[in-house]
């Protein structure tokens, strides 16, 4: 499981009124693959301390999309069902899409 770290600003008490940032990251296996949707409120000052995401939602789906490395055309369709997960939990922050970012590893 990778564990993902984000630097946060000293000013932590001022950050808790700034809106959440959104991302997720698909941890793509052979025997199924995983998507987890984090959130977390930005830095104001990247020297302070380190935050870890909250994890608000994760889906799981078989077989993995590493099980498509000999057959490519499965492999996008495969991920799918992860993506309209997480376009469904984060339907009441639509406007924020375009900033979400979404990893594969």
């Known amino acids: 499981l990778a564990v993902l770290a984000l630097v946060s600003g000293a000013h932590a008490a001022s950050s808790q009124s700034l809106p959440?940032?959104?991302?997720?990251f698909i941890?793509?296996?052979?025997?199924?693959?995983r998507i987890y949707v984090m959130r977390w409120k930005p830095s104001l000052d990247p020297e302070g301390e380190i935050i870890c995401p909250e994890i608000i939602g994760d889906k799981s789906t078989a077989p993995g999309v590493a099980s498509f490395a000999l057959n490519h055309t499965g492999?996008?369709?495969?991920?799918?069902p992860l993506v309209e997960y997480t376009k469904k939990l984060m339907h009441s922050e639509r406007g924020q899409w375009a900033h979400m970012p979404l990893y594969l590893r």
């Open 75 to 80: 492999a996008g369709a495969s991920l799918e």
């Open 20 to 24: 959440w940032r959104y991302g997720a």
């Open 27 to 33: 941890d793509g296996g052979s025997e199924g693959s």
